[in-house]
């Protein structure tokens, strides 16, 4: 029953949300997070759940109470306002990303203006002078909406493929 | 090898200097993991990981990998998650129920409590028999819980929990035993690997209120409330400490950290006069217990629309090398309080803590930043100034709980203790 609803390829709306995405990409990377948040709807939820260490076939695979962070509007914005703040220190000098989006499956929902929407992450962080960076992988589960001819992003669930989080802190977003 | 009367000139608490090479070289190091990490109780786990019989979480004392169980007998059992055979870790998930543990590389088996139970092709593969009561899994032969903190100790000789953690007990009380439900675990903990010493994270924990005011000024300037040395510094026998600070003058925070009211004639009943007295008009506890669990309990906001709510956190700086380490951090919650009250709470820990929180994110560049500029000959041959309040702030002499209480929580005076222990093991015969 899935895959009858999943928007093909060449279909509309699956190009547009594609271009939305790396536009999304851009404005990460570009450091434009202000721009970034106009693109999330007043009623977001925009969470990452920790993953753990499971025997085969033990589901999920994540944890359902402890998560890395969980924002909604307000508090995603204060998370971008402490940038400017000049005392956000774990970003200044700020991190050099790199998203790269992929892997993007888009399926219809009930609501013909909301569309859930997979992709692939990885992304590169790198700091001062250290030659050596972070690359974090992962998956995103969306729920993009069409608000009078402009997509937004209603929902985000972030999973990165780490259990251990091998980095001094996830001063980014995803 | 740093001798003994090396480590007395490289650490010098009275005079307020720490060399900066015992943050950074690796014999210390591994004098450490002998010294300390071999013989202190250290934190294992909540009760409220593993509550009923047969529940288990894989952790870590220093470097050992430890599987912490609950037996039938609902007893906490620590056992080194190695064969005995030769070495295969036995258990290799982060939690869930097990009434045994058997070992992928030729199927050892281990009742949950430790004992051999199982040989595959016993008669076989050891026609002499084995002495299967000796070749259970090593089992840390002290452990004990202390209002749901469980501990452990590889030291057959060491003291009971209850003197080790001595002094601190009564403080550790203000958090986690002041309602009748007391608190317990959101889930299991946060993981991630900071380039730092351990030191770093017990050290300023244990008494570095100063540093509030410059490394999470972003607060401040996003509207929150400014910080100042009303407060006091506490630290106990043992090498542990507190800080305790008090709102900013001219601003105010809900008493007992926002607990409701319907809640105080619990506070009441579990904590002394004097304990309330302390507890009542605290903004902020930050803490550690020597060596390397620390805590933190600020109040405030989440942002400027929310209501006023608290948090505890508890986390452990696991060594994973001289300049590498774990961070585990949990968040805790009072059992009994509504639902609305322990959502803002939890939001309010990943808001600001973890490895995504605003604030612990310039913790963690902060020390990371101090090991990167460290590792050279000249600085590593330098010392780290530990001399606040040193000479010039007396003790308190009316102050309602154990240990040596200081009437500003800027001072360096816990930090200087906790070196002062650190020093005690690492020259001990």
């Given at each position: 029953m899935e895959e009858a609803k999943t928007i093909g390829l060449?279909?509309?709306p699956y190009s547009e949300i594609v271009d939305f995405l790396y536009k999304e990409a851009e404005l990460m990377d570009e450091g434009r997070l202000s721009d970034w948040l106009e693109l999330m709807t007043e009623d977001l939820l925009y969470r990452m759940p920790m993953r753990v260490n499971r025997g085969r076939g033990e589901q999920p695979d994540y944890s359902h109470e402890t998560e890395i962070f969980c924002d909604d509007l307000p508090s995603l914005r204060l998370r971008i306002d402490r940038l400017s703040t000049g005392y956000a220190w774990a970003e200044d000098p700020p991190s050099r990303t790199r998203h790269v989006v992929s892997n993007v499956r888009v399926t219809a929902t009930s609501n013909p203006d909301e569309f859930d929407v997979r992709s692939y992450i990885l992304v590169y962080r790198n700091r001062g002078n250290s030659p050596e960076g972070d690359l974090f992988s992962g998956k995103r589960q969306d729920l993009l909406r069409n608000v009078n001819g402009h997509w937004r992003l209603a929902k985000r669930t972030i999973l990165l493929d780490q259990a251990v989080i091998g980095s001094r802190n996830l001063s980014i977003f995803f | 090898m740093a001798g003994t009367r090396d480590l007395r000139k490289l650490v010098r608490p009275q005079d307020g200097e720490v060399s900066r090479l015992i943050f950074s070289d690796p014999e210390i190091y591994q004098q450490e993991l002998e010294r300390i990490f071999s013989r202190c109780w250290l934190y294992v786990a909540h009760e409220s990981e593993i509550p009923h019989p047969g529940d288990f979480v894989t952790r870590t004392m220093g470097e050992d990998p430890v599987i912490v169980t609950r037996g039938e007998d609902q007893k906490v059992h620590v056992l080194l998650n190695t064969c005995r055979h030769r070495g295969r870790t036995v258990c290799r998930v982060d939690f869930g129920n097990a009434p045994e543990f058997r070992c992928p590389y030729h199927g050892w088996t281990y009742k949950n409590t430790g004992e051999l139970i199982g040989v595959p092709a016993y008669k076989q593969a050891y026609p002499g028999g084995l002495d299967l009561g000796r070749l259970g899994l090593y089992e840390a032969p002290q452990v004990d819980a202390y209002k749901g903190l469980i501990f452990a100790s590889w030291d057959v000789k060491t003291t009971s929990l209850s003197d080790y953690l001595g002094g601190m007990k009564w403080y550790l009380d203000l958090f986690v035993d002041r309602t009748d439900g007391g608190m317990e675990v959101v889930g299991p903990p946060q993981r991630w690997l900071v380039d730092t010493n351990w030191k770093l994270g017990s050290g300023n924990f244990i008494g570095d209120a100063y540093h509030v005011h410059m490394t999470h000024q972003y607060r401040i300037e996003l509207g929150g409330t400014p910080v100042s040395p009303q407060g006091y510094q506490v630290h106990t026998e043992n090498g542990h400490g507190l800080g305790l600070t008090h709102p900013a003058p001219g601003t105010t925070s809900e008493p007992y950290?926002?607990?409701?009211?319907?809640?105080w004639p619990q506070l009441e009943r579990h904590l002394t006069k004097g304990q309330l007295q302390v507890l009542k008009p605290l903004r902020n506890a930050h803490g550690t217990v020597f060596p390397n669990l620390s805590f933190l309990h600020p109040a405030g906001t989440r942002s400027r629309e929310e209501q006023f709510t608290s948090f505890f956190t508890l986390r452990q700086w696991q060594p994973k090398g001289p300049d590498k380490i774990e961070i585990w951090s949990w968040c805790l919650i009072e059992?009994?309080?509504p639902e609305r009250w322990q959502e803002a709470s939890r939001r309010a820990y990943l808001q600001t803590f973890g490895v995504a929180g605003t604030t612990e994110q310039d913790d963690t560049e902060t020390w990371a930043d101090i090991t990167q500029a460290n590792r050279g000959p000249v600085a590593r041959s330098s010392f780290f100034h530990y001399g606040m309040g040193l000479g010039t702030v007396e003790p308190l002499?009316?102050?309602?709980?154990?240990g040596t209480a200081y009437p500003t929580s800027w001072i360096e005076a816990n930090e200087r203790a906790m070196f002062e222990r650190w020093l005690e093991l690492m020259t001990q015969a």
């Open positions: 060449n279909d509309p | 950290f926002g607990l409701p009211k319907e809640f059992k009994d309080m002499k009316d102050w309602p709980g154990p």
